[in-house]
């Protein structure tokens, strides 16, 4: 009775670590190398957007399971493990925690699969533990500076009454290079630009826009009209101010207050174009999955990336970089 229970239980804990997982082919062609991928979490609009551009790209040429990761590093870190008992050809992960990505590698650099981190930076000295590990990625740097700038261009044209900025910022999860990076920069930008600004709150969301929502509700009751711009750090969480905004009846009659935030997801372009977002930083989610399957394809075959069997520039050997792109109203098209 004892082992039956047993076996039930483990039975359960695979069902449970397989359960949140999808795969592009129902094909058992044999020709075809299995990719294993495990990103974060699949509540996000741009994970949706990344691995939706993973799977219409390995059409054809390779099977790609991809497993939710759940916000937890251990749900994460469990299902590597078992795309490494499967002997998957290539492994590509969103990590929940950078600083887990160093027994990752360890592990895949034991079983000799190579792997592909994407939209998290590890650490460089995690990068370099072995020579079939890679990066795809933007540098949350540039998308912090391109949100400063498209701030600052809307204040050059509407400044403020004494000429400082007061801002709200909805941050992720603390410690997150995105976060921090994205949160210096912006306000970096607006200062390299002449303004004066000053924080009114600041506070984390998660990455999540019904948490976003709650925050600057709340912030809206704390400060009631006492700032003049949210700085967000990723499109769910701006628009989780926005949805708080129109409540408190923004965006109507006249009354606006500028919000921004980065990715360029369908739902924050559309809000770039009814004029509720008045910017957002693309975050090009496509040509990220594009060049993570292409790099795994390859790396699944056996072969080493070069110019010959891969089209993106890889930069010192292991990073592959995709430029932000600033996305207003004036040029949302380009989003799209």
């Known amino acids: 009775m004892k082992g039956y229970k ?63 990761g759940d916000n937890s590093q251990t749900t994460e870190s469990n299902k590597i493990n078992l795309f490494i008992n499967r002997k998957v050809k290539a492994l590509v992960v969103n990590p929940v925690d950078v600083n887990a990505a160093g027994q ?5 650099k034991k079983a000799n699969i190579p792997i592909v981190f994407v ?21 949350a740097e540039q998308s912090g500076t391109i949100q400063g700038q498209i701030l600052a261009n809307y204040f050059k044209d509407h400044p403020t009454q004494d000429g400082t900025i007061r801002y709200i910022m909805l941050k992720g999860e603390t410690g997150n290079q995105d976060t921090e990076e994205r949160t210096k920069y912006s306000i970096k930008a607006l200062e390299d630009s002449g303004f004066k600004v000053q924080k009114v709150a600041e506070d984390t969301a998660m990455w999540d826009r019904t948490k976003a929502q709650e925050k600057m509700t709340s912030f809206i009751s704390s400060y009631g009209q006492n700032f003049d711009c949210v700085i967000a750090n990723n499109d769910d969480m701006a ?17 606006y207050v500028p919000v921004v935030g980065v990715d360029a997801t369908a739902p924050a372009v559309k809000a770039v174009e009814d004029g ?26 056996g072969k080493t990336p070069d110019e010959s069997n891969f089209k993106y520039k890889i930069t010192d050997g292991k990073y ?17």
């Open 6 to 68: 047993k076996l039930i239980a483990v039975i359960i804990l695979l069902i449970t670590i397989l359960g949140t997982g999808c795969s592009n082919s129902s094909s058992l062609n044999e020709n075809e190398p299995t990719i294993g991928f495990v990103a974060y979490e699949f509540n996000n609009t741009w994970i949706t957007e990344l691995k939706n551009e993973v799977y219409k790209v390995s059409k054809g040429k390779a099977r790609v399971d991809i497993w939710n």
């Open 104 to 108: 990752i590698i360890e592990k895949s």
């Open 119 to 139: 939209n998290r930076e590890p650490k460089k000295e995690d990068i370099e533990k072995w020579n079939k590990v890679y990066y795809v990625g933007a540098k």
């Open 239 to 255: 628009l989780g101010a926005v949805d708080a905004l129109k409540a408190a009846g923004y965006f109507n009659g006249g009354k």
């Open 276 to 301: 509720t977002l008045l910017g957002t930083v693309l975050n090009d989610a496509a040509k990220q999955g594009d060049a993570v399957f292409d790099l795994s394809y390859v790396l699944s075959n």
């Open 320 to 336: 592959v970089w995709i430029d932000y792109k600033m996305i207003t109203k004036e040029n949302v098209q380009d989003a799209k």
